[in-house]
């Protein structure tokens, strides 16, 4: 993803990286600031003299990657920006009410059957979509890498009961965001990030050219909810957000773009451009219109609201 940027957007970003110009952030686990930390060596190389740091030297490394700081927070369960899981009584009342549905609860039922055999194989009591979701995430993910628990199933086997843990997966995550008030504490720190960011450039205050959010799954999956974006996939590992900020030759108004590339590798397909459910399913949104429809993910007291 890295080199892509670069590639795409070589003559925006320039040769040289500068701090003034290139803002990035990750939350502290471990592998958000790893995905961070390739992508700024892939988009910024040492291409000229002024940022090789061993000159003279014969360190190859010093041809290929300059360090570059990532900023983070701690603690973690209190980052509001790359963490969507702060606690948050609110957001729990909302869900538990959401999986009381009638069409859920006859979902669960008809899951009786592959929710005793999970529960044989695993050692673990799994007795509702939410159970059999993250069980589904921790299989796929050993699956993936040919960690097979073949002391208890069959490679075939293990597939099979993959396949059919992974209908919770995805009606876990068609619901979990069906609530206006889930989507904003869950999505409004890193939305409010972004709009922040941008009315920064619009008002001639910023200079950056590149904002990084290093975050998770579950961030990715909140902010395209709380943004109403078109492609409502559940975001696969390395799955990244692309956010354009125009401005019109003609009228000098801005918009703004959103892209999603869901791939795992870039060399997959580029980037999917998206619609903006709440401008008018546009993929080029006025930015008073941007403004606008997401005014609404705001908050000034995220534990206030979620104690309230």
Not at 128 to 153: G, M, V
Not at 282 to 297: A, G, M, Q, R, V
């Amino acid at each position: 993803m890295g080199e892509f940027i670069r590639q795409e957007y070589n003559d925006y970003l320039g040769d040289k990286y500068s701090p003034r110009e290139v803002f990035d952030r990750s939350s502290i686990t471990d592998r958000c600031i790893e995905s961070t930390s390739s992508l700024l060596a892939g988009a910024y190389p040492p291409k000229t003299q002024d940022w090789i740091w061993d000159i003279g030297g014969d360190a190859k490394l010093a041809h290929s990657w300059q360090p570059i700081p990532i900023q983070t927070f701690m603690p973690h369960e209190d980052d509001l920006v790359c963490n969507e899981d702060k606690n948050c009584p609110l957001v729990d009342a909302e869900r538990a009410k959401i999986f009381e549905r009638p069409e859920l609860k006859k979902f669960t039922e008809s899951q009786k059957e592959v929710y005793k055999k999970a529960s044989e194989a695993s050692g673990w009591y799994i007795k509702s979509i939410r159970d059999a979701a993250i069980l589904w995430d921790t299989l796929q993910i050993e699956f993936a890498r040919n960690y097979i628990w073949n002391k208890t199933w069959t490679q075939e086997e293990e597939k099979k009961m993959i396949d059919d843990l992974y209908l919770s997966r995805e009606i876990q995550f068609r619901y979990d965001w069906d609530s206006p008030v889930i989507r904003r504490l869950r999505g409004g720190g890193l939305a409010s990030q972004l709009i922040h960011n941008n009315q920064k450039v619009v008002d001639n205050k910023n200079d950056r050219k590149l904002y990084v959010y290093s975050t998770h799954d579950s961030t990715v999956a909140a902010l395209i909810n709380a943004l109403n974006l078109s492609n409502r996939d559940f975001p696969p590992f390395g799955a990244t957000l692309l956010f354009e900020l125009h401005q019109n030759n003609k009228t000098n108004e801005y918009f703004v773009r959103a892209f999603y590339q869901n791939e795992t590798t870039i060399n997959e397909g580029i980037p999917h451009l998206l619609s903006w459910g709440d401008c008018q399913s546009l993929t080029d949104c006025p930015f008073n219109k941007y403004i606008e429809s997401t005014k609404h993910l705001l908050y000034t007291d995220f534990d206030k609201e979620c104690n309230a």
